[in-house]
């Protein structure tokens, strides 16, 4: 059972930055995937970014040349770097993981779940 703690939201003026993190109970560099979510009030959880075990990386379009994802395999933590932030990013930010095969896109490709990270981005 993998644990995931993330950290480093808060409330950030538009076209701020925030970095936040994930950080897992165990060692998950070798064989399992990573991704970042969020979810705004009333809307349904939806991908932002991904990173596979072997370094591939995904991108939602709406964040692709803002946000970057980012691994670090010593330390079991993954990042999401988010740049130029707007007041549209506004929303509960999840870490996943998975150790399947899957597009790593999508909610359903992963089995484990953070409690979720606020960013507010104020206009």
């Known amino acids: 059972q993998v644990q995931l703690v993330e950290s480093g939201g808060g409330l950030v003026q538009a076209g701020g930055s925030l970095r936040l993190s994930c950080a897992a109970s165990?060692?998950?560099?070798?064989?399992?995937?990573m991704g970042w979510f969020r979810q705004a009030p009333g809307k349904e959880r939806e991908f932002v970014a991904s990173?596979?075990?072997?370094?591939?990386?995904y991108y939602a379009d709406f964040v692709k040349g803002r946000f970057t994802i980012s691994r670090d395999n010593a330390k079991n933590t993954v990042y999401l770097q988010m740049n130029s932030l707007k007041a549209e990013d506004t929303a509960v930010y999840y870490c996943?993981?998975?150790?399947?095969?899957?597009?790593?896109?999508?909610?359903?490709?992963?089995?484990?779940w953070g409690q979720g990270t606020q960013v507010t981005v104020s206009s």
């Open positions: 996943a993981a998975t150790n399947s095969v899957a597009l790593v896109i999508r909610v359903y490709d992963y089995d484990y």
């Open positions: 165990e060692r998950t560099s070798s064989t399992y995937h």
């Open positions: 990173i596979r075990s072997g370094g591939r990386i």
